[in-house]
Protein backbone atom coordinates (compact mmCIF):
# COMPACT_ATOMS: atom_id res chain seq x y z
CA UNK A 1 0.00 0.00 0.00
CA UNK A 2 1.59 3.50 -0.62
CA UNK A 3 1.80 5.76 1.98
CA UNK A 4 0.49 9.35 0.59
CA UNK A 5 2.16 12.11 2.76
CA UNK A 6 0.19 15.50 1.55
CA UNK A 7 -2.68 16.12 3.54
CA UNK A 8 -5.28 18.59 4.06
CA UNK A 9 -4.41 21.03 7.49
CA UNK A 10 -7.84 20.81 9.58
CA UNK A 11 -9.15 23.98 9.60
CA UNK A 12 -8.05 25.09 13.35
CA UNK A 13 -4.44 24.80 12.13
CA UNK A 14 -5.01 26.62 9.23
CA UNK A 15 -6.33 29.45 10.57
CA UNK A 16 -3.85 29.62 13.01
CA UNK A 17 -1.10 29.65 10.13
CA UNK A 18 -3.28 32.45 8.20
CA UNK A 19 -3.52 34.40 11.39
CA UNK A 20 0.21 34.86 11.41
CA UNK A 21 0.09 37.06 8.21
CA UNK A 22 -2.74 39.56 9.51
CA UNK A 23 -1.82 39.75 13.01
CA UNK A 24 1.15 40.59 14.74
CA UNK A 25 0.13 42.56 17.42
CA UNK A 26 -2.52 43.76 19.56
CA UNK A 27 -2.41 46.83 17.36
CA UNK A 28 -3.30 44.36 14.14
CA UNK A 29 -6.32 43.35 16.39
CA UNK A 30 -6.99 46.60 17.03
CA UNK A 31 -6.96 47.64 13.38
CA UNK A 32 -9.03 45.22 11.84
CA UNK A 33 -11.64 45.40 14.61
CA UNK A 34 -11.76 49.41 13.93
CA UNK A 35 -12.02 48.73 10.34
CA UNK A 36 -15.29 46.32 10.74
CA UNK A 37 -16.97 49.00 12.97
CA UNK A 38 -16.19 51.66 10.02
CA UNK A 39 -17.36 49.02 7.56
CA UNK A 40 -20.31 48.92 9.90
CA UNK A 41 -20.98 52.51 9.89
CA UNK A 42 -21.03 53.16 13.30
CA UNK A 43 -20.61 56.92 14.52
CA UNK A 44 -19.41 56.55 18.07
CA UNK A 45 -16.80 53.65 19.27
CA UNK A 46 -14.64 52.93 21.89
CA UNK A 47 -11.37 50.64 22.11
CA UNK A 48 -10.22 49.77 25.31
CA UNK A 49 -7.10 47.66 25.96
CA UNK A 50 -5.28 45.99 29.31
CA UNK A 51 -1.74 45.45 29.53
CA UNK A 52 -0.82 46.95 26.12
CA UNK A 53 -3.73 44.82 24.62
CA UNK A 54 -1.92 41.78 25.39
CA UNK A 55 -4.30 41.15 27.83
CA UNK A 56 -7.92 42.46 26.87
CA UNK A 57 -8.70 44.28 23.71
CA UNK A 58 -11.84 45.43 23.39
CA UNK A 59 -13.73 47.91 20.35
CA UNK A 60 -17.59 48.65 20.52
CA UNK A 61 -19.17 50.27 18.25
CA UNK A 62 -22.58 51.57 17.59
CA UNK A 63 -23.09 50.17 13.79
CA UNK A 64 -25.33 47.79 11.93
CA UNK A 65 -25.00 45.05 13.83
CA UNK A 66 -25.74 41.13 13.29
CA UNK A 67 -27.84 38.59 13.55
CA UNK A 68 -27.15 35.14 15.16
CA UNK A 69 -26.76 33.45 11.53
CA UNK A 70 -24.30 36.21 10.55
CA UNK A 71 -22.67 36.64 13.75
CA UNK A 72 -21.65 32.71 13.85
CA UNK A 73 -20.57 33.04 10.38
CA UNK A 74 -18.46 36.23 10.79
CA UNK A 75 -15.88 33.67 12.06
CA UNK A 76 -15.05 31.45 9.25
CA UNK A 77 -12.42 32.32 7.19
CA UNK A 78 -13.55 33.79 4.05
CA UNK A 79 -16.29 34.84 5.72
CA UNK A 80 -17.46 38.25 4.01
CA UNK A 81 -20.32 40.27 3.64
CA UNK A 82 -18.42 42.81 1.49
CA UNK A 83 -17.83 41.33 -2.20
CA UNK A 84 -19.36 38.44 -3.38
CA UNK A 85 -17.68 38.28 -6.86
CA UNK A 86 -14.52 38.86 -8.51
CA UNK A 87 -15.71 41.84 -10.06
CA UNK A 88 -16.70 43.59 -6.79
CA UNK A 89 -13.04 43.34 -5.88
CA UNK A 90 -11.92 45.78 -8.82
CA UNK A 91 -13.77 48.43 -7.11
CA UNK A 92 -13.41 48.17 -3.17
CA UNK A 93 -15.24 50.96 -0.93
CA UNK A 94 -15.19 48.93 2.31
CA UNK A 95 -12.15 48.20 4.47
CA UNK A 96 -12.56 44.62 5.02
CA UNK A 97 -12.93 42.21 2.50
CA UNK A 98 -10.86 38.96 2.43
CA UNK A 99 -12.87 37.95 5.59
CA UNK A 100 -10.11 36.62 7.39
CA UNK A 101 -9.72 39.20 10.33
CA UNK A 102 -12.27 37.23 12.97
CA UNK A 103 -11.32 34.22 11.97
CA UNK A 104 -7.33 34.80 12.24
CA UNK A 105 -8.34 36.92 16.00
CA UNK A 106 -10.57 34.12 17.17
CA UNK A 107 -7.71 31.34 16.39
CA UNK A 108 -4.75 33.16 18.52
CA UNK A 109 -6.78 34.04 21.21
CA UNK A 110 -9.98 33.86 23.47
CA UNK A 111 -12.92 35.94 21.64
CA UNK A 112 -16.46 37.25 22.56
CA UNK A 113 -18.55 39.30 20.54
CA UNK A 114 -21.75 40.58 21.72
CA UNK A 115 -23.35 41.82 18.32
CA UNK A 116 -27.28 43.13 18.78
CA UNK A 117 -29.06 44.00 14.93
CA UNK A 118 -31.83 46.85 15.10
CA UNK A 119 -34.76 44.06 14.45
CA UNK A 120 -33.57 42.33 17.21
CA UNK A 121 -34.54 41.94 20.41
CA UNK A 122 -31.83 40.82 22.37
CA UNK A 123 -27.93 40.52 21.18
CA UNK A 124 -26.78 37.27 19.64
CA UNK A 125 -23.11 36.66 22.08
CA UNK A 126 -20.35 34.16 20.48
CA UNK A 127 -17.48 33.08 22.60
CA UNK A 128 -14.50 31.11 20.86
CA UNK A 129 -11.77 29.37 22.22
CA UNK A 130 -8.60 29.46 20.38
CA UNK A 131 -10.72 28.56 16.82
CA UNK A 132 -13.02 25.96 18.81
CA UNK A 133 -16.31 25.36 18.31
CA UNK A 134 -18.08 29.00 19.13
CA UNK A 135 -20.75 28.91 22.05
CA UNK A 136 -23.72 31.00 21.30
CA UNK A 137 -25.28 32.84 23.95
CA UNK A 138 -28.07 35.48 24.41
CA UNK A 139 -28.20 38.96 26.67
CA UNK A 140 -29.37 42.24 26.35
CA UNK A 141 -27.42 45.06 25.09
CA UNK A 142 -28.02 47.99 22.59
CA UNK A 143 -27.68 47.75 18.83
CA UNK A 144 -24.37 47.25 17.78
CA UNK A 145 -21.49 45.03 18.21
CA UNK A 146 -18.70 44.48 20.85
CA UNK A 147 -15.96 42.30 20.57
CA UNK A 148 -13.41 41.46 23.22
CA UNK A 149 -10.06 39.59 22.66
CA UNK A 150 -8.64 38.02 25.77
CA UNK A 151 -5.16 36.57 26.09
CA UNK A 152 -3.88 37.85 22.52
CA UNK A 153 -1.48 34.17 21.49
CA UNK A 154 -2.05 32.63 24.60
CA UNK A 155 -2.03 29.39 22.24
CA UNK A 156 0.95 30.41 20.36
CA UNK A 157 3.83 30.42 22.31
CA UNK A 158 6.42 31.55 19.88
CA UNK A 159 4.05 34.47 18.73
CA UNK A 160 3.64 35.61 22.65
CA UNK A 161 7.08 35.50 22.98
CA UNK A 162 7.74 38.31 20.40
CA UNK A 163 5.02 40.74 21.50
CA UNK A 164 6.53 43.64 23.35
CA UNK A 165 6.76 45.26 26.97
CA UNK A 166 3.09 46.95 28.07
CA UNK A 167 4.36 50.25 27.06
CA UNK A 168 5.23 49.31 23.48
CA UNK A 169 2.32 47.68 22.51
CA UNK A 170 0.52 50.97 23.99
CA UNK A 171 1.88 52.78 21.36
CA UNK A 172 1.35 50.63 18.08
CA UNK A 173 -2.21 50.47 19.76
CA UNK A 174 -2.11 54.19 20.07
CA UNK A 175 -0.95 54.71 16.34
CA UNK A 176 -3.69 52.77 15.11
CA UNK A 177 -6.60 54.61 16.75
CA UNK A 178 -5.09 57.94 16.14
CA UNK A 179 -4.57 56.85 12.30
CA UNK A 180 -8.72 56.35 12.22
CA UNK A 181 -9.33 58.68 14.55
CA UNK A 182 -7.45 61.18 12.03
CA UNK A 183 -9.47 59.59 8.72
CA UNK A 184 -12.49 59.29 10.40
CA UNK A 185 -13.01 62.83 12.01
CA UNK A 186 -16.75 62.90 11.82
CA UNK A 187 -16.69 59.45 13.65
CA UNK A 188 -16.91 59.77 18.19
CA UNK A 189 -14.01 58.17 19.44
CA UNK A 190 -12.57 56.70 22.74
CA UNK A 191 -9.25 55.10 23.56
CA UNK A 192 -9.01 53.84 27.54
CA UNK A 193 -5.76 52.02 28.30
CA UNK A 194 -5.86 50.47 31.76
CA UNK A 195 -8.93 52.52 32.98
CA UNK A 196 -6.82 55.79 31.51
CA UNK A 197 -8.94 57.13 28.66
CA UNK A 198 -6.55 58.38 26.58
CA UNK A 199 -8.98 59.85 23.96
CA UNK A 200 -12.32 61.21 24.12
CA UNK A 201 -12.67 63.09 20.90
CA UNK A 202 -16.17 64.05 19.61
CA UNK A 203 -17.43 64.28 16.10
CA UNK A 204 -15.38 66.83 14.42
CA UNK A 205 -14.23 68.58 11.14
CA UNK A 206 -10.94 66.97 10.05
CA UNK A 207 -9.35 70.64 10.85
CA UNK A 208 -11.00 70.20 14.28
CA UNK A 209 -9.76 66.97 14.70
CA UNK A 210 -6.16 67.85 13.73
CA UNK A 211 -6.61 70.09 16.92
CA UNK A 212 -7.68 67.41 19.32
CA UNK A 213 -4.97 65.19 18.52
CA UNK A 214 -1.99 67.79 18.02
CA UNK A 215 -2.72 70.54 19.70
CA UNK A 216 -2.83 74.13 18.73
CA UNK A 217 0.82 74.61 18.77
CA UNK A 218 1.70 71.70 16.70
CA UNK A 219 -1.35 72.96 14.73
CA UNK A 220 0.63 76.48 14.02
CA UNK A 221 3.07 74.58 12.22
CA UNK A 222 1.21 73.01 9.47
CA UNK A 223 0.03 74.31 6.23
CA UNK A 224 -3.46 73.39 5.07
CA UNK A 225 -3.77 72.72 1.32
CA UNK A 226 -5.97 71.05 -1.17
CA UNK A 227 -6.34 70.59 -4.40
CA UNK A 228 -8.14 68.44 -7.20
CA UNK A 229 -7.64 66.88 -10.47
CA UNK A 230 -9.93 65.23 -12.79
CA UNK A 231 -9.10 61.31 -11.18
CA UNK A 232 -7.10 62.57 -7.96
CA UNK A 233 -8.19 64.61 -5.04
CA UNK A 234 -5.41 65.92 -2.00
CA UNK A 235 -6.06 67.87 0.41
CA UNK A 236 -4.33 67.97 4.26
CA UNK A 237 -1.48 69.37 6.23
CA UNK A 238 2.28 69.72 5.36
CA UNK A 239 4.84 71.22 7.84
CA UNK A 240 6.20 74.24 7.28
CA UNK A 241 9.98 74.19 7.18
CA UNK A 242 10.41 74.81 10.53
CA UNK A 243 8.60 71.76 11.93
CA UNK A 244 10.67 69.94 11.12
CA UNK A 245 10.24 66.12 12.62
CA UNK A 246 13.25 64.28 14.18
CA UNK A 247 11.69 61.51 12.73
CA UNK A 248 9.23 59.65 10.14
CA UNK A 249 6.22 58.73 12.65
CA UNK A 250 4.54 62.44 11.97
CA UNK A 251 3.95 61.49 7.87
CA UNK A 252 0.31 60.39 7.53
CA UNK A 253 -0.76 59.10 3.80
CA UNK A 254 -4.26 58.03 3.97
CA UNK A 255 -5.84 56.19 0.44
CA UNK A 256 -9.36 56.57 -0.07
CA UNK A 257 -9.32 57.17 3.97
CA UNK A 258 -7.06 53.97 4.30
CA UNK A 259 -3.78 54.16 6.09
CA UNK A 260 -1.09 52.91 3.82
CA UNK A 261 2.61 53.16 3.43
CA UNK A 262 4.10 54.06 0.10
CA UNK A 263 7.60 55.31 0.35
CA UNK A 264 7.15 57.12 -3.69
CA UNK A 265 4.43 59.15 -2.45
CA UNK A 266 6.34 60.12 0.77
CA UNK A 267 9.05 61.00 -0.88
CA UNK A 268 7.27 63.26 -3.28
CA UNK A 269 6.29 65.39 -0.60
CA UNK A 270 9.84 65.04 0.59
CA UNK A 271 11.15 66.44 -3.08
CA UNK A 272 8.38 69.60 -2.27
CA UNK A 273 10.99 71.04 0.63
CA UNK A 274 13.81 71.41 -2.05
CA UNK A 275 16.40 71.86 0.79
CA UNK A 276 14.35 73.66 3.10
CA UNK A 277 15.10 71.50 5.79
CA UNK A 278 17.72 71.03 7.79
CA UNK A 279 19.83 67.61 7.16
CA UNK A 280 18.05 65.02 9.45
CA UNK A 281 15.01 66.24 9.91
CA UNK A 282 11.41 64.99 7.98
CA UNK A 283 8.54 67.08 7.10
CA UNK A 284 5.04 66.72 8.90
CA UNK A 285 2.54 65.64 6.67
CA UNK A 286 -0.72 64.02 6.66
CA UNK A 287 -2.27 63.61 3.23
CA UNK A 288 -5.14 62.50 2.20
CA UNK A 289 -5.53 61.31 -1.38
CA UNK A 290 -8.81 60.15 -3.18
CA UNK A 291 -8.71 58.51 -5.93
CA UNK A 292 -10.59 56.08 -7.75
CA UNK A 293 -11.07 52.76 -6.46
CA UNK A 294 -10.71 51.14 -9.54
CA UNK A 295 -7.37 52.86 -10.78
CA UNK A 296 -5.55 51.50 -7.81
CA UNK A 297 -5.22 47.79 -5.72
CA UNK A 298 -5.44 47.46 -2.05
CA UNK A 299 -5.41 43.61 -2.37
CA UNK A 300 -1.41 43.36 -2.50
CA UNK A 301 -1.18 42.82 1.42
CA UNK A 302 -2.23 41.04 4.08
CA UNK A 303 -2.63 44.32 6.21
CA UNK A 304 -3.72 46.10 3.32
CA UNK A 305 -1.17 48.70 3.93
CA UNK A 306 0.21 48.77 0.78
CA UNK A 307 -1.42 49.50 -2.89
CA UNK A 308 -0.41 49.38 -6.29
CA UNK A 309 -1.45 52.97 -8.34
CA UNK A 310 -2.58 52.70 -11.94
CA UNK A 311 -0.91 55.08 -12.35
CA UNK A 312 2.17 55.89 -9.70
CA UNK A 313 3.92 58.42 -11.80
CA UNK A 314 1.59 61.15 -12.67
CA UNK A 315 0.41 60.57 -8.39
CA UNK A 316 4.22 61.47 -7.54
CA UNK A 317 4.27 64.64 -9.98
CA UNK A 318 0.58 65.54 -8.43
CA UNK A 319 1.59 65.13 -4.77
CA UNK A 320 4.93 67.26 -5.42
CA UNK A 321 3.19 70.04 -7.25
CA UNK A 322 0.58 70.40 -4.61
CA UNK A 323 3.23 70.43 -1.76
CA UNK A 324 5.28 72.82 -3.54
CA UNK A 325 2.63 74.85 -4.06
CA UNK A 326 1.35 74.63 -0.30
CA UNK A 327 4.99 75.70 0.49
CA UNK A 328 5.54 78.39 -1.94
CA UNK A 329 2.62 80.54 -0.36
CA UNK A 330 4.44 80.86 2.96
CA UNK A 331 7.06 82.67 2.94
CA UNK A 332 10.32 82.12 5.26
CA UNK A 333 12.22 85.15 5.80
CA UNK A 334 14.37 84.83 8.88
CA UNK A 335 13.96 87.68 10.49
CA UNK A 336 16.65 88.90 12.44
CA UNK A 337 16.62 89.70 16.32
CA UNK A 338 19.55 90.07 18.47
CA UNK A 339 18.28 87.28 21.22
CA UNK A 340 15.78 88.70 24.20
CA UNK A 341 12.41 87.87 24.67
CA UNK A 342 9.57 87.04 22.43
CA UNK A 343 11.27 87.60 19.20
CA UNK A 344 13.57 84.60 18.52
CA UNK A 345 12.40 82.04 16.16
CA UNK A 346 11.25 78.53 17.20
CA UNK A 347 14.64 77.08 17.24
CA UNK A 348 13.69 73.96 15.19
CA UNK A 349 14.93 73.88 11.68
CA UNK A 350 17.00 76.35 10.27
CA UNK A 351 15.43 78.88 13.36
CA UNK A 352 13.49 80.50 10.43
CA UNK A 353 10.66 82.58 11.35
CA UNK A 354 7.65 82.07 10.20
CA UNK A 355 6.69 85.51 8.95
CA UNK A 356 2.95 84.87 8.59
CA UNK A 357 1.61 87.83 10.88
CA UNK A 358 4.43 90.14 9.15
CA UNK A 359 4.28 89.89 5.97
CA UNK A 360 6.57 92.62 3.76
CA UNK A 361 4.51 95.68 3.21
CA UNK A 362 3.84 96.90 -0.38
CA UNK A 363 6.52 99.50 -0.27
CA UNK A 364 9.45 97.17 0.65
CA UNK A 365 7.87 94.89 -2.28
CA UNK A 366 7.68 97.75 -4.48
CA UNK A 367 10.92 99.65 -3.89
CA UNK A 368 12.32 96.31 -4.51
CA UNK A 369 10.89 95.24 -7.59
CA UNK A 370 8.65 98.24 -8.71
CA UNK A 371 6.24 95.28 -9.28
CA UNK A 372 2.18 96.74 -9.18
CA UNK A 373 0.52 94.19 -8.73
CA UNK A 374 -3.03 94.00 -7.22
CA UNK A 375 -3.75 90.98 -4.44
CA UNK A 376 -4.24 91.46 -0.77
CA UNK A 377 -3.68 89.43 2.46
CA UNK A 378 -5.93 88.62 4.85
CA UNK A 379 -3.63 89.53 7.70
CA UNK A 380 -6.46 87.24 10.09
CA UNK A 381 -5.70 84.44 8.55
CA UNK A 382 -2.76 84.61 6.46
CA UNK A 383 -4.96 84.24 3.17
CA UNK A 384 -4.09 85.70 -0.02
CA UNK A 385 -6.75 87.06 -2.17
CA UNK A 386 -5.43 87.39 -5.56
CA UNK A 387 -7.45 89.80 -8.07
CA UNK A 388 -5.54 88.46 -10.95
CA UNK A 389 -5.36 84.32 -12.37
CA UNK A 390 -2.50 82.77 -10.94
CA UNK A 391 -1.43 81.26 -13.99
CA UNK A 392 1.89 78.65 -12.47
CA UNK A 393 3.60 78.21 -9.49
CA UNK A 394 6.60 80.32 -10.12
CA UNK A 395 4.11 83.36 -10.64
CA UNK A 396 1.97 82.24 -7.70
CA UNK A 397 4.74 82.49 -5.43
CA UNK A 398 5.66 85.98 -7.20
CA UNK A 399 2.79 87.71 -6.85
CA UNK A 400 2.33 86.46 -3.05
CA UNK A 401 5.46 87.66 -2.22
CA UNK A 402 4.01 90.96 -3.87
CA UNK A 403 0.46 90.85 -2.39
CA UNK A 404 -0.16 93.41 -0.71
CA UNK A 405 -3.09 96.55 -0.32
CA UNK A 406 -2.43 98.34 -3.42
CA UNK A 407 -3.33 102.14 -2.10
CA UNK A 408 0.39 103.42 -2.57
CA UNK A 409 1.05 105.74 -5.50
CA UNK A 410 3.64 105.14 -8.07
CA UNK A 411 6.24 102.46 -7.37
CA UNK A 412 9.58 103.54 -6.54
CA UNK A 413 12.34 101.74 -7.31
CA UNK A 414 15.73 100.39 -4.86
CA UNK A 415 17.02 103.72 -5.51
CA UNK A 416 19.56 102.94 -2.91
CA UNK A 417 21.68 99.77 -2.97
CA UNK A 418 25.56 99.33 -0.99
CA UNK A 419 27.66 96.32 -1.03
CA UNK A 420 29.26 95.57 1.88
CA UNK A 421 32.49 93.97 1.94
CA UNK A 422 31.97 92.80 -1.56
CA UNK A 423 29.73 89.79 0.17
CA UNK A 424 26.50 91.13 1.35
CA UNK A 425 24.08 93.77 -0.78
CA UNK A 426 22.62 96.41 1.38
CA UNK A 427 18.81 98.38 0.97
CA UNK A 428 16.78 100.03 2.94
CA UNK A 429 12.78 98.91 2.88
CA UNK A 430 10.10 100.84 4.31
CA UNK A 431 10.20 99.34 7.97
CA UNK A 432 13.78 98.57 7.83
CA UNK A 433 16.53 97.20 6.64
CA UNK A 434 17.27 94.28 4.05
CA UNK A 435 20.42 92.56 3.89
CA UNK A 436 21.15 90.27 0.59
CA UNK A 437 23.92 87.85 0.43
CA UNK A 438 25.05 88.31 -3.15
CA UNK A 439 26.55 84.03 -3.81
CA UNK A 440 23.29 82.45 -2.50
CA UNK A 441 21.24 84.91 -3.90
CA UNK A 442 22.71 84.45 -7.22
CA UNK A 443 22.68 80.40 -7.07
CA UNK A 444 19.12 80.27 -6.00
CA UNK A 445 18.24 82.35 -9.12
CA UNK A 446 20.82 80.19 -11.19
CA UNK A 447 19.18 77.47 -9.68
CA UNK A 448 15.74 77.60 -10.44
CA UNK A 449 16.62 78.89 -14.56
CA UNK A 450 18.70 75.78 -15.08
CA UNK A 451 15.89 73.71 -13.33
CA UNK A 452 13.70 75.44 -16.23
CA UNK A 453 15.99 74.60 -18.95
CA UNK A 454 16.51 71.13 -17.68
CA UNK A 455 12.69 71.04 -18.38
CA UNK A 456 13.18 72.89 -21.96
CA UNK A 457 14.84 73.11 -25.21
CA UNK A 458 19.04 73.79 -24.39
CA UNK A 459 20.04 77.24 -24.86
CA UNK A 460 22.61 78.01 -27.67
CA UNK A 461 25.79 78.70 -25.86
CA UNK A 462 28.03 81.79 -25.73
CA UNK A 463 31.03 80.68 -28.06
CA UNK A 464 33.95 81.26 -26.24
CA UNK A 465 36.55 83.49 -27.75
CA UNK A 466 39.45 80.98 -27.79
CA UNK A 467 38.19 77.25 -27.49
CA UNK A 468 40.47 75.41 -25.36
CA UNK A 469 40.98 71.92 -24.15
CA UNK A 470 40.85 70.16 -20.99
CA UNK A 471 42.36 67.44 -19.47
CA UNK A 472 40.51 65.44 -17.13
CA UNK A 473 41.60 61.93 -14.82
CA UNK A 474 39.69 58.96 -16.75
CA UNK A 475 37.25 59.31 -14.32
CA UNK A 476 35.96 62.92 -15.01
CA UNK A 477 36.40 62.56 -18.02
CA UNK A 478 34.03 59.48 -18.42
CA UNK A 479 31.59 61.10 -16.43
CA UNK A 480 31.60 64.40 -18.59
CA UNK A 481 30.56 62.24 -21.13
CA UNK A 482 27.99 60.30 -19.18
CA UNK A 483 26.71 63.94 -18.34
CA UNK A 484 27.05 65.35 -21.91
CA UNK A 485 23.47 65.97 -22.64
CA UNK A 486 22.80 67.82 -19.32
CA UNK A 487 25.81 70.56 -19.65
CA UNK A 488 24.65 70.76 -23.24
CA UNK A 489 21.25 71.88 -21.72
CA UNK A 490 22.97 73.95 -19.41
CA UNK A 491 24.39 76.00 -22.51
CA UNK A 492 27.83 74.59 -22.55
CA UNK A 493 29.28 73.30 -26.22
CA UNK A 494 31.67 70.40 -24.93
CA UNK A 495 33.59 68.32 -27.82
CA UNK A 496 35.45 64.74 -27.32
CA UNK A 497 38.84 65.63 -27.75
CA UNK A 498 40.90 62.43 -27.82
CA UNK A 499 42.20 60.30 -24.86
CA UNK A 500 40.65 62.02 -21.37
CA UNK A 501 40.96 65.27 -23.09
CA UNK A 502 37.51 67.52 -24.16
CA UNK A 503 37.37 70.50 -25.82
CA UNK A 504 35.04 74.05 -24.61
CA UNK A 505 33.72 75.75 -27.43
CA UNK A 506 30.81 77.86 -25.02
CA UNK A 507 29.66 78.41 -22.21
CA UNK A 508 26.07 79.73 -20.38
CA UNK A 509 26.16 83.62 -20.68
CA UNK A 510 25.12 83.82 -16.82
CA UNK A 511 28.90 82.50 -15.85
CA UNK A 512 30.25 84.42 -13.51
CA UNK A 513 32.97 86.37 -14.95
CA UNK A 514 36.47 84.52 -15.35
CA UNK A 515 35.48 81.13 -14.11
CA UNK A 516 34.66 79.66 -17.69
CA UNK A 517 38.67 77.78 -17.29
CA UNK A 518 38.41 76.33 -13.88
CA UNK A 519 34.20 76.01 -14.30
CA UNK A 520 33.61 72.27 -15.49
CA UNK A 521 36.20 70.67 -12.92
CA UNK A 522 34.73 72.48 -10.09
CA UNK A 523 31.10 71.36 -11.39
CA UNK A 524 32.37 67.66 -11.38
CA UNK A 525 33.78 67.75 -8.47
CA UNK A 526 30.75 69.12 -6.27
CA UNK A 527 28.98 67.02 -8.35
CA UNK A 528 30.66 63.66 -7.17
CA UNK A 529 30.19 65.43 -3.37
CA UNK A 530 26.83 65.67 -3.62
CA UNK A 531 26.79 61.92 -5.15
CA UNK A 532 28.11 60.73 -2.29
CA UNK A 533 26.54 62.61 0.84
CA UNK A 534 22.81 61.39 -1.07
CA UNK A 535 21.87 59.82 -4.15
CA UNK A 536 19.50 62.40 -6.20
CA UNK A 537 18.40 63.11 -9.42
CA UNK A 538 21.10 63.96 -11.86
CA UNK A 539 19.72 66.78 -12.89
CA UNK A 540 19.18 68.32 -9.41
CA UNK A 541 22.52 67.83 -8.49
CA UNK A 542 23.85 69.17 -11.43
CA UNK A 543 21.48 72.01 -11.26
CA UNK A 544 22.92 72.40 -7.46
CA UNK A 545 26.70 72.35 -8.56
CA UNK A 546 26.45 74.31 -11.56
CA UNK A 547 24.77 77.31 -9.52
CA UNK A 548 26.81 77.05 -6.86
CA UNK A 549 30.06 76.88 -9.01
CA UNK A 550 28.30 79.63 -11.56
CA UNK A 551 27.61 81.87 -9.48
CA UNK A 552 29.09 85.15 -8.13
CA UNK A 553 30.92 84.42 -4.91
CA UNK A 554 31.90 86.36 -1.83
CA UNK A 555 34.54 89.08 -2.44
CA UNK A 556 33.04 89.66 -6.30
CA UNK A 557 32.47 94.01 -6.11
CA UNK A 558 29.42 94.03 -8.16
CA UNK A 559 27.86 97.35 -9.95
CA UNK A 560 25.24 99.06 -8.49
CA UNK A 561 23.45 97.99 -11.72
CA UNK A 562 24.46 94.24 -11.16
CA UNK A 563 23.10 94.55 -7.30
CA UNK A 564 19.65 95.91 -8.66
CA UNK A 565 19.75 93.05 -11.43
CA UNK A 566 20.37 90.61 -8.65
CA UNK A 567 17.19 91.74 -6.21
CA UNK A 568 14.75 91.84 -8.86
CA UNK A 569 15.93 88.56 -10.57
CA UNK A 570 16.01 86.81 -6.79
CA UNK A 571 12.22 88.03 -5.96
CA UNK A 572 11.36 86.55 -9.34
CA UNK A 573 12.24 82.96 -7.87
CA UNK A 574 9.91 80.90 -6.70
CA UNK A 575 11.99 80.60 -3.06
CA UNK A 576 13.62 83.91 -2.72
CA UNK A 577 14.86 83.33 1.11
CA UNK A 578 16.15 79.91 1.02
CA UNK A 579 19.43 78.99 -1.06
CA UNK A 580 19.49 75.29 -2.82
CA UNK A 581 21.30 74.02 0.65
CA UNK A 582 19.20 75.67 2.71
CA UNK A 583 20.76 78.94 3.68
CA UNK A 584 18.90 81.73 3.72
CA UNK A 585 19.50 84.43 1.58
CA UNK A 586 17.91 87.07 2.73
CA UNK A 587 17.58 88.89 6.45
CA UNK A 588 15.72 91.35 7.79
CA UNK A 589 16.21 93.83 10.70
CA UNK A 590 13.81 96.09 11.28
CA UNK A 591 13.55 99.56 12.35
CA UNK A 592 12.52 98.50 15.98
CA UNK A 593 14.79 96.80 16.45
CA UNK A 594 17.46 99.23 15.45
CA UNK A 595 15.45 101.49 17.80
CA UNK A 596 15.11 99.30 20.47
CA UNK A 597 18.93 98.54 20.10
CA UNK A 598 20.09 102.31 20.64
CA UNK A 599 17.35 102.67 23.18
CA UNK A 600 14.80 104.60 22.01
CA UNK A 601 12.34 102.51 22.73
P1 LIG B 1 -14.07 41.34 6.37
O1 LIG B 1 -14.10 42.59 7.17
O2 LIG B 1 -12.89 41.25 5.50
O3 LIG B 1 -15.36 41.07 5.67
P2 LIG B 1 -13.94 40.07 8.95
O4 LIG B 1 -13.46 38.75 9.39
O5 LIG B 1 -13.28 41.27 9.54
O6 LIG B 1 -13.89 40.11 7.39
O7 LIG B 1 -15.49 40.15 9.26
C1 LIG B 1 -16.37 39.20 8.70
C2 LIG B 1 -17.75 39.77 8.55
O8 LIG B 1 -18.36 39.95 9.80
C3 LIG B 1 -17.80 41.14 7.87
O9 LIG B 1 -17.85 41.02 6.48
C4 LIG B 1 -19.08 41.71 8.44
O10 LIG B 1 -20.19 41.32 7.69
C5 LIG B 1 -19.20 41.08 9.80
N1 LIG B 1 -18.74 41.97 10.89
C6 LIG B 1 -17.54 41.96 11.49
N2 LIG B 1 -17.44 42.91 12.44
C7 LIG B 1 -18.63 43.55 12.44
C8 LIG B 1 -19.16 44.67 13.20
N3 LIG B 1 -18.44 45.30 14.12
N4 LIG B 1 -20.44 45.06 12.91
C9 LIG B 1 -21.17 44.43 11.97
N5 LIG B 1 -20.72 43.40 11.24
C10 LIG B 1 -19.46 42.96 11.46
MG1 LIG C 1 -12.71 43.14 8.58
Known sequence: MIQHKIHILPDHIANKIAAGEVIQRPESVVKELLENSLDAGSKDTAVVIKDGGKKLIQVVDDGTGMDEQDAVASFLRHATSKIASYEDLEEITTYGFRGEALASIAAVAQVTMKTRCIDDEAAVVVHIDGGGTPRVTREGREPGTSVFVQNLFYNVAARRKFLKSTNTEFRHVYDAV????????????RFVSDDETILDLKAETLQGRVLDIFGERQLDGMIWFEEKSEVISLHGYIGKPTFGQKSRANQYLFLNRRYIVNRNINHAVFSAYENL????????????????????????????????????????????????????????????????????SSGIGLGFTDRQHSWPSAADIRSITGFEGSATIDRATGEIILSKSVPDGTQLARQLLLAQ???????????????????????????????????????????????????????????????????????????VIELLPYFEKLGFAIKPF?????????????????????????????????HQESPMEVRDNLAKSFSCKAAIKAGDKLSEQQMK????????????????????????ISTEEFDRRFGRT
Open 178 to 189: QRVALSHPEIAM
Open 277 to 344: LVKGSFPFFLLFLDIDPRRVDVNVHPSKMEAKFDDEQNIYRFVSTVAKKALAVREFVPALSFGGEGTS
Open 405 to 479: EDTAASAERAHVVWQLHNKYILTPIENGLMIIDQHVAHERVLYERVLERFDNTPRSPQQVLFPFTLELTAGDHAL
Open 565 to 588: SLIDQLFSTKMPFVCPHGRPIVLK
Open 498 to 530: GKNTVMIEGVPPDLRQGSNEKIIEEILSLYKEY
